[in-house]
């Protein structure tokens, strides 16, 4: 039997000072010198070097708020994504129950991009062959990036809003015993990562930052595993208000709708398994183009942006540390800021996903679709999608009536898929999720002694 490189344990993602001083030192020097280094495991983290978390607080000239925006960086994960996390998380957490053994399983990742992108990664260093499961009408730099790690395509049809059909491909593979699925939309590493290593992060990242204290958390939902990070940050400051974001175009959780867009990565027409209903506060909703003018604007658009007065030197740090979601979900936070009304004292914190490095293709698509792009065309959009986001579609679903939807959509969603009534009732009480949390311990545990 193969070898397992075991890598960190939770508690080292999110504190890799805790890491093995020698070890911890090996993957920093192969982080940019060897990508394919199984060393590479070790970096899975939010913080860099010096143990601080990757963010940008962006320049209030930008956003139009009084607020502060702080955004955490997904791009300087191993792969170019935090979608590496929760995808290691799923392949330990089957390592360390004998569920998942090198040399006799084939890993599954079902996906629209960068959970795929993270189990090809993961499977290459760890030794595992990967099937990736994905839609047939993703952006190029998805496919490219995953064959570069040696995994397998299976195409469905469709884009983002049929993601459901890799679902049911999926649960045709696994009828075969030597498949093992990392079904990131149903297995809880994905929630165990995201609570514990991104919602403890973004506490640290707020530090010194404003009144210190975070008043809004944004995320928009694909697999909702970014979203459990709430759960953890409303521990230590229960005022935050923990909203899910959506295309406008699609919006299944705000009002069941189920149409096309162009926000790859998320808004994929279901209420998810791992998402903890009980602990989202709003659902908002934000136009895809909106996203994809907004990722151009930050690209090209310096001299625009010069013109409204963001400084320069500001926008030129932003460059390439942003993908699609990216901007959604900092589009949500600037519309949020506006309708909780947040002083210069409050902080609302979202996620970068990934960066630019897998969408040159949508800016190409962009490019044809619209007859000008030039620096006056791109100033009349920031004003637009920026600087005048409005408040419009924001859903409150605080009350147990507005959750009480949310959960037969996810009955609807998922009793297909084998799951009980008795199980998804369970998610009815927070109890489940703390007891779904808790398993942290454990799993540190079991990893450290395997290792």
């Not at 001299?303 to 460059?319: C, F, I, M, W, Y």
Request: aromatic share 10%; net charge negative; hydrophobic share 35%.
């Amino acid at each position: 039997m193969a070898k397992i490189p075991f890598g960190p344990t939770y508690s080292e993602m999110l504190y890799p000072e805790t890491i093995p001083p020698e070890i911890r030192a090996k993957a920093l020097e192969v982080k940019d010198s060897n990508e394919l280094d199984p060393l590479n495991l070790f970096n899975i983290t939010w913080k860099d070097e010096h143990g601080e978390v990757r963010k940008v607080v962006l320049p209030k000239e930008l956003t139009g708020t009084k607020a502060n925006i702080v955004v955490l960086l997904g791009k300087y994960f191993p792969s170019g994504s935090h979608k590496v996390g929760p995808a290691y998380a799923t392949l330990i957490e089957g390592c360390a129950d004998g569920n998942i053994l090198p040399g006799e399983h084939t890993i599954l990742g079902p996906s629209t991009g960068n959970f795929g992108i993270g189990v090809a990664y993961i499977c290459k260093l760890m030794g595992y062959e990967a099937v990736i499961i994905m839609p047939d009408n993703m952006s190029k730099e998805r496919y490219d990036r995953i064959r570069k790690y040696g995994a397998k395509l299976d195409l469905t049809p469709g884009t983002e809003s049929d993601v459901i059909l890799t679902l049911q491909r999926t649960y045709e593979l696994k009828k075969d015993p030597k498949n093992r699925p990392l079904a990131q939309f149903e297995l809880m590493p994905n929630y165990r990562f995201h609570r514990y290593v991104t919602g403890n992060s973004a506490i640290e990242a707020v530090k010194g930052i404003g009144n210190g204290r975070i008043a809004c958390f944004t995320s928009a939902p694909g697999s909702a595993g970014t979203l459990a990070a709430g759960d953890e940050i409303k521990k230590t400051f229960p005022e935050c208000r923990v909203v899910a974001l959506e295309p406008y175009e699609c919006s299944t959780l705000a009002t069941g709708g189920r149409g096309q867009h162009r926000i790859e990565g998320i808004g994929d027409k279901m209420c998810t398994l791992i998402h903890n209903v009980l602990t989202t506060d709003f659902v908002a909703l934000i136009h895809d183009d909106d996203c994809v003018r907004g990722l151009k604007i930050i690209q090209d658009g310096v001299n625009a942006l010069a013109e409204l007065g963001v400084p320069r030197e500001q926008v030129e740090t932003l460059h390439d540390l942003f993908g699609v979601s990216s901007i959604c979900n900092i589009l949500g936070a600037i519309k949020m800021a506006h309708y909780l009304r947040l002083g210069p004292e409050d902080n609302v914190v979202t996620i970068a996903t990934d960066g630019f490095d897998r969408y040159p293709s949508v800016l190409e698509d962009l490019e044809r679709r619209y007859l000008e792009t030039e620096d006056f065309v791109l100033k009349r959009w920031a004003q637009d999608i920026f600087l005048k986001a409005d408040t419009d579609h924001i859903y409150d679903f605080r009350d147990m009536e507005s959750k009480e939807r949310l959960f037969r959509q996810k009955e609807k969603d998922w009793l297909p898929f084998g799951y009980s009534q008795e199980y998804l009732d369970s998610m009815r009480r927070q109890e489940f999720w703390e007891n779904e949390y808790a398993k942290i311990k454990y799993y540190d545990q079991r990893i450290k002694e395997l290792r």
